[in-house]
């Protein structure tokens, strides 16, 4: 027996993943008319950006994982996506925050775990928060971007320097110290201490969820072998 071509959830009646999505969407009308009497037009503005930012990753994601694109973007998900985060964030956002956050939330929090159904974190809020990797956390652009994600709502987690420029405005510091020179060559200690503090994060929240994960990302696994060769 042919397996469908649907996607979650996977529920006998009328409804489809489609409709539950668009219902979704007419649930947010009401605080959207809210946002805009009190607050004025921004949240609409975030709304329209932040949809074509999420209707573009969603292509873009399809196609790299070679995947139909009329059938996955009729379902709404990343629409769905782009309403909660453009709502959670104040009005007239900087349109490269949204940017920023619809594609973490579409290409990483989405995608990287194979797509709709498979992804442990609610995409629109995995991408409300923000995640900075600087070794001397002294970089001016880097710093910028901190403290804008912070004054508009995001939780901003900073792997730096402790005492550095970086940690001072970040809302989650995981301090990294290592002795090596910057000045002179490039950085491959710390590079190597940011991944390993990256994968003891992966690991505890792994164990963390319990045996019953692991069956997830199994299917993360699997989920991801169409985008590579196969082995000789």
């Known amino acids: 027996m042919p397996l469908l071509r649907i996607t ?5 009646g009328p409804l ?29 503005v975030n709304i329209v950006w932040g949809s074509a930012v999420a209707l573009a990753c969603e292509a873009l994601a399809l196609k790299l994982r070679r995947r ?6 009729k379902d709404y998900s990343a629409l769905v996506t782009a309403f909660l985060l453009c709502i959670a964030l104040p ?13 973490s939330a579409i290409l990483l929090a989405k995608h990287l ?14 991408g409300y928060v923000i995640v900075l990797i600087s070794y001397t956390g002294r970089t001016r652009e880097t710093v910028e971007i901190a403290q804008h994600a912070r004054t508009n709502g995001a939780t901003v987690i900073g792997i730096t320097m402790p005492g550095s420029p970086l940690a ?16 002179v060559y490039m950085p491959m200690s710390s590079r190597i ?16 969820r319990g045996a019953d994960f692991l069956g997830h ?16």
């Open 91 to 103: 009005p007239y956002s900087p349109w490269w925050v949204i940017a920023v956050g619809i594609a």
């Open 68 to 73: 139909p694109l009329g059938f996955y973007l």
């Open 16 to 44: 489809s993943t489609s409709r539950v999505m668009q219902n979704v969407l007419l649930a947010t009308i009401p605080g959207i008319i809210v946002l805009t009497h009190f607050f004025g037009f921004g949240t609409l």
């Open 193 to 208: 201490i940011h991944l390993t503090v990256i994968d003891i994060l992966a690991t505890g929240v792994t164990l963390k």
């Open 217 to 232: 990302l199994k299917k993360i696994k699997e989920s991801l072998k169409p985008t590579r060769f196969p082995t000789t």
């Open 168 to 183: 001072e405005v970040c809302t989650v510091v995981i301090e990294v110290t290592a002795p090596e020179d910057t000045e």
């Open 8 to 12: 979650s959830p996977h529920a006998h």
């Open 113 to 126: 775990y194979g797509g709709l159904g498979y992804n442990p974190f609610n995409p629109a809020m995995a």
